[in-house]
Protein backbone atom coordinates (compact mmCIF):
# COMPACT_ATOMS: atom_id res chain seq x y z
CA UNK A 1 0.00 0.00 0.00
CA UNK A 2 3.25 2.44 0.66
CA UNK A 3 3.84 2.13 -3.23
CA UNK A 4 0.49 3.00 -4.30
CA UNK A 5 0.32 5.93 -1.83
CA UNK A 6 3.50 6.89 -3.60
CA UNK A 7 1.98 6.45 -7.09
CA UNK A 8 -0.77 8.77 -5.89
CA UNK A 9 1.95 11.75 -4.53
CA UNK A 10 4.23 11.37 -7.39
CA UNK A 11 1.14 11.30 -9.89
CA UNK A 12 1.55 14.58 -10.40
CA UNK A 13 5.28 14.52 -11.22
CA UNK A 14 5.56 11.41 -13.37
CA UNK A 15 5.97 11.65 -17.13
CA UNK A 16 2.31 11.59 -18.01
CA UNK A 17 2.37 9.94 -21.39
CA UNK A 18 4.68 6.95 -19.79
CA UNK A 19 2.27 6.23 -17.25
CA UNK A 20 -0.78 6.56 -19.30
CA UNK A 21 1.34 4.03 -21.66
CA UNK A 22 1.64 1.54 -19.02
CA UNK A 23 -1.90 2.26 -18.02
CA UNK A 24 -2.84 1.28 -21.56
CA UNK A 25 -0.74 -1.65 -22.07
CA UNK A 26 -2.13 -2.91 -18.46
CA UNK A 27 -5.90 -2.63 -19.84
CA UNK A 28 -5.01 -4.18 -23.08
CA UNK A 29 -3.30 -7.53 -21.45
CA UNK A 30 -6.19 -7.51 -19.08
CA UNK A 31 -8.95 -7.61 -21.86
CA UNK A 32 -7.08 -9.98 -23.61
CA UNK A 33 -6.59 -12.11 -20.74
CA UNK A 34 -10.82 -12.38 -20.15
CA UNK A 35 -11.04 -15.57 -21.54
CA UNK A 36 -8.24 -17.51 -19.48
CA UNK A 37 -9.78 -15.76 -16.59
CA UNK A 38 -12.78 -17.10 -17.12
CA UNK A 39 -11.93 -20.51 -17.86
CA UNK A 40 -9.70 -21.17 -14.74
CA UNK A 41 -12.83 -19.77 -12.74
CA UNK A 42 -15.11 -22.52 -14.33
CA UNK A 43 -12.84 -24.93 -13.98
CA UNK A 44 -12.31 -24.30 -10.39
CA UNK A 45 -15.82 -23.35 -9.43
CA UNK A 46 -16.85 -27.18 -11.15
CA UNK A 47 -14.54 -28.70 -8.28
CA UNK A 48 -15.88 -26.66 -5.64
CA UNK A 49 -19.56 -27.55 -6.43
CA UNK A 50 -19.03 -31.20 -6.92
CA UNK A 51 -16.91 -31.69 -4.27
CA UNK A 52 -17.13 -29.36 -1.38
CA UNK A 53 -20.12 -26.72 -1.59
CA UNK A 54 -23.00 -26.13 -4.44
CA UNK A 55 -23.88 -22.39 -2.70
CA UNK A 56 -20.26 -21.61 -2.62
CA UNK A 57 -19.28 -22.08 -6.29
CA UNK A 58 -22.71 -20.09 -6.99
CA UNK A 59 -21.81 -17.26 -5.04
CA UNK A 60 -17.98 -17.00 -6.23
CA UNK A 61 -19.32 -17.30 -9.61
CA UNK A 62 -21.86 -14.52 -8.64
CA UNK A 63 -19.49 -12.24 -7.23
CA UNK A 64 -16.77 -13.13 -10.47
CA UNK A 65 -19.25 -12.01 -13.08
CA UNK A 66 -19.48 -8.90 -10.87
CA UNK A 67 -15.75 -7.95 -10.58
CA UNK A 68 -15.02 -9.02 -14.44
CA UNK A 69 -17.96 -6.64 -15.34
CA UNK A 70 -16.70 -3.97 -13.61
CA UNK A 71 -12.91 -4.85 -15.37
CA UNK A 72 -14.26 -4.83 -18.72
CA UNK A 73 -15.66 -1.44 -18.18
CA UNK A 74 -12.50 0.28 -16.71
CA UNK A 75 -10.04 -0.90 -19.27
CA UNK A 76 -12.67 0.36 -21.70
CA UNK A 77 -12.08 3.79 -20.14
CA UNK A 78 -8.45 3.45 -20.40
CA UNK A 79 -8.00 2.53 -23.24
CA UNK A 80 -10.50 5.38 -24.48
CA UNK A 81 -8.76 7.85 -22.91
CA UNK A 82 -6.36 9.75 -24.87
CA UNK A 83 -3.39 10.06 -22.72
CA UNK A 84 -3.40 13.77 -22.23
CA UNK A 85 -5.65 15.03 -19.30
CA UNK A 86 -3.74 14.51 -15.90
CA UNK A 87 -7.10 14.90 -13.61
CA UNK A 88 -8.80 12.09 -15.39
CA UNK A 89 -5.33 10.06 -15.52
CA UNK A 90 -6.02 10.06 -11.64
CA UNK A 91 -9.51 8.86 -11.48
CA UNK A 92 -9.20 6.50 -13.71
CA UNK A 93 -6.31 5.25 -11.58
CA UNK A 94 -8.34 5.21 -8.69
CA UNK A 95 -11.04 2.60 -10.84
CA UNK A 96 -7.77 0.60 -11.41
CA UNK A 97 -7.30 0.18 -7.52
CA UNK A 98 -11.06 -0.30 -6.97
CA UNK A 99 -10.95 -2.99 -10.01
CA UNK A 100 -8.06 -4.63 -8.46
CA UNK A 101 -9.15 -4.83 -5.04
CA UNK A 102 -12.68 -6.52 -6.43
CA UNK A 103 -11.14 -9.45 -8.41
CA UNK A 104 -8.08 -9.85 -5.92
CA UNK A 105 -10.92 -10.10 -3.15
CA UNK A 106 -12.92 -12.35 -5.20
CA UNK A 107 -9.89 -14.76 -5.61
CA UNK A 108 -9.14 -14.62 -1.51
CA UNK A 109 -12.88 -15.14 -0.73
CA UNK A 110 -13.35 -18.38 -2.83
CA UNK A 111 -9.67 -19.93 -1.08
CA UNK A 112 -10.19 -18.96 2.05
CA UNK A 113 -13.76 -20.28 1.80
CA UNK A 114 -12.56 -23.56 0.88
CA UNK A 115 -10.13 -24.03 3.51
CA UNK A 116 -12.56 -22.99 6.46
CA UNK A 117 -15.01 -26.18 4.64
CA UNK A 118 -12.13 -28.19 4.95
CA UNK A 119 -10.99 -28.01 8.04
CA UNK A 120 -7.13 -27.73 9.06
CA UNK A 121 -5.55 -29.53 7.00
CA UNK A 122 -2.89 -29.50 3.78
CA UNK A 123 -5.30 -27.21 1.85
CA UNK A 124 -3.70 -28.33 -1.52
CA UNK A 125 -6.76 -26.47 -3.86
CA UNK A 126 -6.85 -23.32 -1.99
CA UNK A 127 -3.51 -22.63 -1.66
CA UNK A 128 -2.42 -24.23 -5.21
CA UNK A 129 -5.40 -21.66 -6.55
CA UNK A 130 -3.84 -18.38 -4.25
CA UNK A 131 -0.77 -19.36 -5.69
CA UNK A 132 -2.16 -19.75 -9.65
CA UNK A 133 -3.52 -16.43 -9.42
CA UNK A 134 -0.44 -14.59 -7.81
CA UNK A 135 2.03 -15.93 -10.80
CA UNK A 136 -0.83 -14.92 -13.03
CA UNK A 137 -0.33 -11.51 -11.92
CA UNK A 138 3.36 -11.39 -11.64
CA UNK A 139 3.07 -12.24 -15.17
CA UNK A 140 0.61 -9.85 -16.10
CA UNK A 141 0.11 -7.14 -13.65
CA UNK A 142 3.70 -5.79 -13.80
CA UNK A 143 2.98 -2.46 -15.89
CA UNK A 144 1.78 -0.57 -12.95
CA UNK A 145 3.59 -1.21 -9.65
CA UNK A 146 0.82 0.08 -7.47
CA UNK A 147 -1.49 -2.48 -8.67
CA UNK A 148 0.89 -5.26 -8.68
CA UNK A 149 1.78 -4.70 -4.80
CA UNK A 150 -1.49 -3.93 -4.05
CA UNK A 151 -2.70 -7.64 -5.38
CA UNK A 152 0.42 -9.14 -4.19
CA UNK A 153 -0.25 -7.40 -0.39
CA UNK A 154 -4.03 -9.30 -0.74
CA UNK A 155 -2.81 -13.02 -2.16
CA UNK A 156 -0.05 -12.59 0.55
CA UNK A 157 -2.35 -12.04 3.24
CA UNK A 158 -4.57 -14.44 2.09
CA UNK A 159 -1.45 -17.31 1.84
CA UNK A 160 -0.14 -16.50 5.64
CA UNK A 161 -4.29 -16.23 7.14
CA UNK A 162 -5.01 -19.74 5.76
CA UNK A 163 -1.96 -21.93 7.38
CA UNK A 164 -2.24 -19.59 10.43
CA UNK A 165 -6.16 -19.75 10.99
CA UNK A 166 -5.02 -23.61 11.33
CA UNK A 167 -2.58 -23.24 14.31
CA UNK A 168 -5.03 -20.71 15.92
CA UNK A 169 -7.53 -23.00 15.79
CA UNK A 170 -5.27 -26.42 16.89
CA UNK A 171 -3.48 -24.38 19.22
CA UNK A 172 -0.81 -26.24 17.13
CA UNK A 173 3.01 -26.42 18.80
CA UNK A 174 5.99 -25.55 16.85
CA UNK A 175 6.23 -29.27 15.67
CA UNK A 176 2.89 -29.73 14.31
CA UNK A 177 2.96 -30.45 10.40
CA UNK A 178 0.56 -27.22 10.40
CA UNK A 179 3.32 -24.41 11.13
CA UNK A 180 5.89 -26.48 8.07
CA UNK A 181 2.26 -25.58 5.78
CA UNK A 182 3.09 -22.04 7.35
CA UNK A 183 6.47 -21.65 6.58
CA UNK A 184 6.77 -23.37 3.05
CA UNK A 185 3.47 -20.91 2.62
CA UNK A 186 6.18 -17.93 3.10
CA UNK A 187 8.61 -19.81 0.77
CA UNK A 188 6.19 -19.99 -2.10
CA UNK A 189 4.93 -15.84 -1.36
CA UNK A 190 8.38 -15.26 -1.37
CA UNK A 191 9.09 -17.29 -5.09
CA UNK A 192 6.35 -15.49 -6.38
CA UNK A 193 7.32 -11.87 -4.93
CA UNK A 194 10.71 -12.54 -6.78
CA UNK A 195 9.03 -13.62 -10.14
CA UNK A 196 7.47 -10.30 -9.88
CA UNK A 197 10.25 -8.22 -9.63
CA UNK A 198 11.61 -10.44 -12.63
CA UNK A 199 9.22 -9.59 -14.91
CA UNK A 200 8.51 -5.98 -13.64
CA UNK A 201 12.12 -5.40 -14.58
CA UNK A 202 11.87 -6.66 -18.09
CA UNK A 203 8.96 -4.55 -18.48
CA UNK A 204 10.69 -1.45 -17.78
CA UNK A 205 13.63 -2.31 -20.00
CA UNK A 206 11.51 -3.05 -22.74
CA UNK A 207 9.84 0.57 -22.01
CA UNK A 208 13.30 2.19 -21.83
CA UNK A 209 14.47 0.33 -24.96
CA UNK A 210 11.15 1.69 -26.46
CA UNK A 211 11.71 5.43 -25.29
CA UNK A 212 15.27 5.38 -26.81
CA UNK A 213 14.26 3.77 -30.13
CA UNK A 214 11.61 6.57 -30.26
CA UNK A 215 14.44 9.40 -29.45
CA UNK A 216 16.52 7.86 -32.37
CA UNK A 217 13.56 7.98 -34.82
CA UNK A 218 13.15 11.24 -34.38
CA UNK A 219 16.36 12.09 -34.68
CA UNK A 220 16.61 10.47 -38.13
CA UNK A 221 13.64 12.13 -38.82
CA UNK A 222 14.89 15.56 -38.57
CA UNK A 223 18.41 14.46 -40.53
CA UNK A 224 15.81 13.07 -43.06
CA UNK A 225 14.19 16.33 -43.23
CA UNK A 226 17.24 18.83 -42.88
CA UNK A 227 19.08 16.49 -45.83
CA UNK A 228 15.86 17.03 -47.91
CA UNK A 229 15.64 20.63 -47.74
CA UNK A 230 19.54 21.24 -48.27
CA UNK A 231 19.48 19.27 -51.15
CA UNK A 232 16.31 21.23 -52.68
CA UNK A 233 17.63 24.45 -52.16
CA UNK A 234 20.92 23.53 -53.38
CA UNK A 235 19.27 22.05 -56.76
CA UNK A 236 17.38 25.64 -56.80
CA UNK A 237 20.63 27.44 -56.71
CA UNK A 238 22.27 25.54 -59.30
CA UNK A 239 19.73 25.43 -61.27
CA UNK A 240 19.59 28.78 -62.29
CA UNK A 241 22.83 29.27 -63.43
CA UNK A 242 23.85 25.96 -64.93
CA UNK A 243 20.83 27.02 -67.47
CA UNK A 244 21.97 30.33 -68.18
CA UNK A 245 25.36 28.19 -68.89
CA UNK A 246 23.59 26.07 -70.92
CA UNK A 247 22.21 28.57 -72.92
CA UNK A 248 25.12 30.72 -73.80
CA UNK A 249 26.49 27.38 -75.05
CA UNK A 250 23.37 26.10 -77.33
CA UNK A 251 23.71 29.99 -78.30
CA UNK A 252 27.25 29.45 -79.14
CA UNK A 253 27.24 26.19 -81.03
CA UNK A 254 24.37 27.42 -83.55
CA UNK A 255 26.74 29.63 -85.20
CA UNK A 256 24.86 32.95 -84.06
CA UNK A 257 28.36 34.22 -83.46
CA UNK A 258 29.94 32.59 -86.37
CA UNK A 259 31.46 29.12 -87.68
CA UNK A 260 33.58 27.69 -84.95
CA UNK A 261 36.66 26.04 -85.13
CA UNK A 262 36.53 22.30 -84.96
CA UNK A 263 37.84 21.91 -81.74
CA UNK A 264 36.04 24.56 -79.97
CA UNK A 265 32.72 23.21 -81.54
CA UNK A 266 34.03 19.66 -80.32
CA UNK A 267 34.40 21.45 -76.54
CA UNK A 268 31.13 22.92 -76.59
CA UNK A 269 29.87 20.20 -77.47
CA UNK A 270 31.01 18.16 -74.42
CA UNK A 271 29.74 21.07 -72.53
CA UNK A 272 25.99 21.12 -73.86
CA UNK A 273 26.14 17.16 -73.03
CA UNK A 274 27.18 17.84 -69.49
CA UNK A 275 25.08 20.62 -68.83
CA UNK A 276 22.27 18.94 -70.16
CA UNK A 277 23.33 15.60 -67.78
CA UNK A 278 23.67 17.96 -64.74
CA UNK A 279 20.13 19.75 -65.66
CA UNK A 280 18.73 16.72 -65.36
CA UNK A 281 20.23 15.55 -62.36
CA UNK A 282 18.95 18.57 -60.63
CA UNK A 283 15.38 18.17 -61.94
CA UNK A 284 15.07 14.80 -60.82
CA UNK A 285 16.88 15.33 -57.37
CA UNK A 286 13.61 18.06 -57.02
CA UNK A 287 11.30 15.31 -58.23
CA UNK A 288 12.70 12.62 -55.88
CA UNK A 289 12.19 15.29 -53.16
CA UNK A 290 9.13 16.35 -54.05
CA UNK A 291 7.95 12.68 -53.79
CA UNK A 292 9.54 11.87 -50.66
CA UNK A 293 8.19 14.82 -48.87
CA UNK A 294 4.80 14.07 -49.93
CA UNK A 295 4.09 17.37 -52.15
CA UNK A 296 4.38 15.58 -55.65
CA UNK A 297 0.95 16.60 -57.29
CA UNK A 298 -0.33 14.59 -59.58
CA UNK A 299 -3.21 15.59 -61.93
CA UNK A 300 -5.37 12.54 -62.78
CA UNK A 301 -7.06 12.49 -65.82
CA UNK A 302 -8.64 9.43 -68.50
CA UNK A 303 -6.08 8.87 -70.97
CA UNK A 304 -5.53 6.52 -73.71
CA UNK A 305 -2.78 4.57 -73.82
CA UNK A 306 -2.01 4.72 -77.79
CA UNK A 307 -1.87 8.25 -77.63
CA UNK A 308 0.58 8.12 -74.81
CA UNK A 309 3.02 5.37 -76.57
CA UNK A 310 2.67 7.34 -79.65
CA UNK A 311 3.62 10.44 -77.92
CA UNK A 312 6.96 9.13 -76.25
CA UNK A 313 7.95 7.53 -78.93
CA UNK A 314 8.15 10.74 -80.81
CA UNK A 315 9.46 12.66 -77.78
CA UNK A 316 12.73 9.97 -78.06
CA UNK A 317 13.18 9.41 -81.67
CA UNK A 318 16.04 11.58 -82.65
CA UNK A 319 17.46 10.21 -79.06
CA UNK A 320 17.48 7.19 -80.77
CA UNK A 321 18.36 7.46 -84.30
CA UNK A 322 21.14 8.92 -83.04
CA UNK A 323 22.33 5.87 -81.46
CA UNK A 324 20.94 3.99 -84.73
CA UNK A 325 17.95 1.82 -82.78
CA UNK A 326 14.61 2.25 -84.31
CA UNK A 327 11.53 3.01 -82.44
CA UNK A 328 8.35 1.33 -83.44
CA UNK A 329 4.54 0.94 -81.72
CA UNK A 330 3.20 -2.15 -82.03
CA UNK A 331 -0.41 -2.14 -82.05
CA UNK A 332 -1.89 1.22 -81.05
CA UNK A 333 -5.39 -0.23 -81.07
CA UNK A 334 -8.13 2.30 -79.49
CA UNK A 335 -9.96 1.38 -76.67
CA UNK A 336 -6.91 1.16 -74.21
CA UNK A 337 -8.12 4.09 -71.47
CA UNK A 338 -6.46 4.45 -68.05
CA UNK A 339 -6.47 6.90 -65.23
CA UNK A 340 -3.61 8.77 -64.58
CA UNK A 341 -1.50 11.87 -64.25
CA UNK A 342 -0.04 12.47 -68.53
CA UNK A 343 2.78 14.40 -67.20
CA UNK A 344 4.67 11.73 -64.84
CA UNK A 345 3.30 8.84 -66.78
CA UNK A 346 5.08 10.36 -69.92
CA UNK A 347 7.96 11.02 -67.22
CA UNK A 348 7.60 7.11 -66.82
CA UNK A 349 7.35 6.61 -70.50
CA UNK A 350 10.23 8.38 -71.32
CA UNK A 351 12.67 6.49 -68.61
CA UNK A 352 11.74 3.13 -70.03
CA UNK A 353 12.43 4.07 -73.51
CA UNK A 354 15.92 6.26 -73.54
CA UNK A 355 17.08 3.42 -71.21
CA UNK A 356 16.01 0.53 -73.51
CA UNK A 357 17.61 2.66 -76.76
CA UNK A 358 20.97 3.62 -74.88
CA UNK A 359 21.56 0.40 -74.58
CA UNK A 360 20.39 -1.88 -77.28
CA UNK A 361 22.71 -2.32 -79.82
CA UNK A 362 23.32 -0.34 -83.19
CA UNK A 363 20.63 -1.05 -86.04
CA UNK A 364 17.90 -2.87 -83.11
CA UNK A 365 14.60 -2.22 -82.50
CA UNK A 366 13.05 -1.09 -79.60
CA UNK A 367 9.40 -2.03 -79.95
CA UNK A 368 6.33 -0.64 -77.82
CA UNK A 369 3.28 -3.05 -76.72
CA UNK A 370 -0.18 -2.54 -75.57
CA UNK A 371 -2.28 -5.00 -73.80
CA UNK A 372 -5.19 -5.45 -71.44
CA UNK A 373 -4.35 -8.15 -68.34
CA UNK A 374 -7.52 -8.22 -66.08
CA UNK A 375 -8.72 -5.17 -65.29
CA UNK A 376 -5.28 -3.43 -65.68
CA UNK A 377 -3.35 -1.94 -68.83
CA UNK A 378 0.24 -3.22 -69.85
CA UNK A 379 3.04 -0.83 -71.49
CA UNK A 380 5.32 -2.92 -72.68
CA UNK A 381 8.86 -1.42 -74.23
CA UNK A 382 10.75 -4.51 -75.43
CA UNK A 383 14.64 -4.03 -76.35
CA UNK A 384 17.06 -6.36 -77.74
CA UNK A 385 19.81 -5.50 -75.73
CA UNK A 386 22.03 -7.99 -73.99
CA UNK A 387 19.41 -8.23 -71.17
CA UNK A 388 19.12 -7.97 -67.17
CA UNK A 389 19.10 -11.03 -64.39
CA UNK A 390 16.35 -11.00 -61.64
CA UNK A 391 19.06 -10.01 -59.07
CA UNK A 392 19.54 -7.02 -60.51
CA UNK A 393 15.90 -5.52 -59.62
CA UNK A 394 17.60 -3.65 -56.90
CA UNK A 395 19.99 -1.79 -58.76
CA UNK A 396 17.85 -1.29 -61.60
CA UNK A 397 14.84 0.41 -58.86
CA UNK A 398 17.40 2.05 -56.10
CA UNK A 399 18.43 5.51 -56.10
CA UNK A 400 22.00 6.67 -57.37
CA UNK A 401 22.11 2.99 -58.72
CA UNK A 402 24.47 2.23 -61.74
CA UNK A 403 24.49 -1.39 -62.64
CA UNK A 404 28.41 -0.09 -64.19
CA UNK A 405 29.28 2.23 -61.88
CA UNK A 406 33.29 2.59 -62.97
CA UNK A 407 34.59 5.44 -64.17
CA UNK A 408 35.05 3.24 -67.69
CA UNK A 409 31.29 3.22 -68.81
CA UNK A 410 30.10 4.20 -72.00
CA UNK A 411 27.04 5.05 -71.50
CA UNK A 412 26.03 7.99 -68.34
CA UNK A 413 22.86 8.37 -66.36
CA UNK A 414 21.79 10.09 -63.03
CA UNK A 415 20.57 6.39 -61.46
CA UNK A 416 17.36 8.50 -60.23
CA UNK A 417 15.57 7.92 -63.55
CA UNK A 418 13.57 4.13 -62.42
CA UNK A 419 13.69 5.06 -58.99
CA UNK A 420 11.70 8.05 -59.90
CA UNK A 421 9.18 5.65 -61.98
CA UNK A 422 8.85 3.00 -59.98
CA UNK A 423 7.59 5.58 -56.99
CA UNK A 424 5.23 7.54 -60.27
CA UNK A 425 3.61 4.19 -60.46
CA UNK A 426 3.14 3.07 -56.43
CA UNK A 427 1.21 7.11 -56.39
CA UNK A 428 -0.78 5.85 -59.55
CA UNK A 429 -1.55 2.47 -57.49
CA UNK A 430 0.29 0.64 -60.58
CA UNK A 431 3.35 -1.32 -60.97
CA UNK A 432 6.78 -1.28 -62.23
CA UNK A 433 9.10 -4.73 -63.93
CA UNK A 434 10.98 -6.42 -65.61
CA UNK A 435 11.59 -9.54 -67.64
CA UNK A 436 14.43 -11.21 -69.53
CA UNK A 437 13.62 -12.28 -72.69
CA UNK A 438 13.64 -15.76 -73.80
CA UNK A 439 15.96 -15.29 -76.62
CA UNK A 440 17.78 -11.54 -75.65
CA UNK A 441 16.95 -8.62 -74.54
CA UNK A 442 14.84 -7.32 -71.83
CA UNK A 443 10.99 -6.41 -71.72
CA UNK A 444 9.97 -3.49 -69.04
CA UNK A 445 6.76 -2.75 -68.32
CA UNK A 446 4.00 -0.86 -66.17
CA UNK A 447 0.79 -1.53 -65.20
CA UNK A 448 -1.72 0.88 -65.10
CA UNK A 449 -5.49 0.77 -63.74
CA UNK A 450 -8.52 1.25 -66.18
CA UNK A 451 -10.19 4.10 -66.14
CA UNK A 452 -13.28 3.89 -63.15
CA UNK A 453 -11.26 0.93 -61.78
CA UNK A 454 -8.64 1.21 -58.67
CA UNK A 455 -9.77 -1.51 -56.34
CA UNK A 456 -7.72 -5.14 -55.75
CA UNK A 457 -4.39 -3.70 -56.68
CA UNK A 458 -1.74 -2.80 -54.40
CA UNK A 459 1.25 -0.97 -55.14
CA UNK A 460 4.36 -2.63 -55.73
CA UNK A 461 7.46 -3.34 -58.05
CA UNK A 462 7.89 -6.47 -59.70
CA UNK A 463 10.36 -8.73 -62.16
CA UNK A 464 10.50 -12.08 -63.23
CA UNK A 465 11.89 -13.99 -66.18
CA UNK A 466 14.60 -16.40 -66.73
CA UNK A 467 17.54 -15.16 -65.75
CA UNK A 468 20.18 -13.47 -69.21
CA UNK A 469 23.29 -14.08 -69.90
CA UNK A 470 24.79 -10.93 -68.90
CA UNK A 471 23.76 -7.75 -67.54
CA UNK A 472 23.59 -4.57 -68.81
CA UNK A 473 26.26 -1.12 -67.94
CA UNK A 474 23.80 0.34 -66.31
CA UNK A 475 20.08 1.55 -65.85
Known sequence: MDSLRSE??????KNVFQLARQMKDYAEVGTDLFRQRMAIFCAAGLLTGYYYSLPLALITAAMMIVSE????????????????????????????????????????????SIALHQGPGPHF????????????????????IAILALRMSIYGAAFIFIPAWDIFVMNA???????????????????????????LTLYRRNLRQMEDLKLEHKKVE????????????????????????????????????????????????????????????IDETLDLQKIESGHMTY???????????RQALAANNSYAERLGV????????????????????????????????????????????????????RLSVIDEGVGLQESDAEKVFDRFSQLDSSDTRNIGGTGLGMNI?????????????????????????????????????SPQMTFGGSASRSCRASR
Not at 99 to 108: C, D, E, M, N
Not at 129 to 138: G, H, R, Y
Not at 428 to 444: E, L, P, Q, R, W
Request: include cysteine; hydrophobic fraction near 50%; proline fraction near 3%.
Open 326 to 377: VLELSNDDPGYIVSGDRARLHQVLNNMLSNAAKFSPAGSVVRVKIERIAERI
Open 421 to 457: SRKIMEAHNGAIGYVSNADKGTTFYIDMNRAGFAGGF
Open 69 to 112: AYDAMVFRSVQAWNGRDPCLLQGLMIKLVISTITSASVVVFFAV
Open 173 to 199: PIQSELWAQLLTSLFVLFFVIDSSRVH
Open 222 to 281: NALRIKSEFLSTMSHELRTPLTSIKGSIDIMKSGHFGTLPPKINNMLAISQRNCALLLTL
Open 125 to 144: MSLFFLFAAAIFAAMNNHQL
Open 8 to 13: FRNIGK
Open 299 to 309: MMEELDAAELA
